[in-house]
């Protein structure tokens, strides 16, 4: 079983940029695809990014390419998403997500997750 702790949050301007980290415990981190995912207040919780257990591809909610970028450190049991250009519909809490399935990572079903970071960007 893998732990997530998330970091990184905070509150920025609008064009501004911050980057999560997740660091991943209890568990073989280079077995997992990881995922964050993000949740506003009174909406579903919707997918953002995603990495393979290599980190050889990535994946990409349309709202955020070109601005977010995911990456990882195995080494470091760690996940990052770098994100750019930030807009105020991206406040949102940020939750990192780990499954052993790729496909599976990409979904609320996967197995496991961290406890969020909240992310507030003003206007």
């Known amino acids: 079983q893998v732990q997530l702790v998330e970091s990184g949050g905070g509150l920025v301007q609008a064009g501004g940029s911050l980057r999560l980290s997740c660091a991943a415990a209890?568990?073989?981190?280079?077995?997992?695809?990881m995922t964050w995912f993000r949740q506003a207040p009174g909406k579903e919780r919707e997918f953002v990014a995603s990495?393979?257990?290599?980190?050889?591809?990535?994946y990409y909610a349309s709202s955020v390419k070109g601005r977010f970028t995911i990456s990882r450190d195995n080494a470091k049991n760690t996940v990052y998403l770098q994100m750019n250009s930030l807009k105020p519909e991206d406040t949102s809490i940020y939750y990192c997500a780990a499954d052993q399935s790729p496909t599976r990572a990409r979904t609320p079903q996967a197995n496991y997750w961290g406890q969020g970071t909240q992310v507030t960007v003003s206007s």
């Open positions: 990495i393979t257990r290599n980190g050889g591809t990535t």
């Open positions: 209890g568990g073989t981190f280079s077995s997992y695809a």
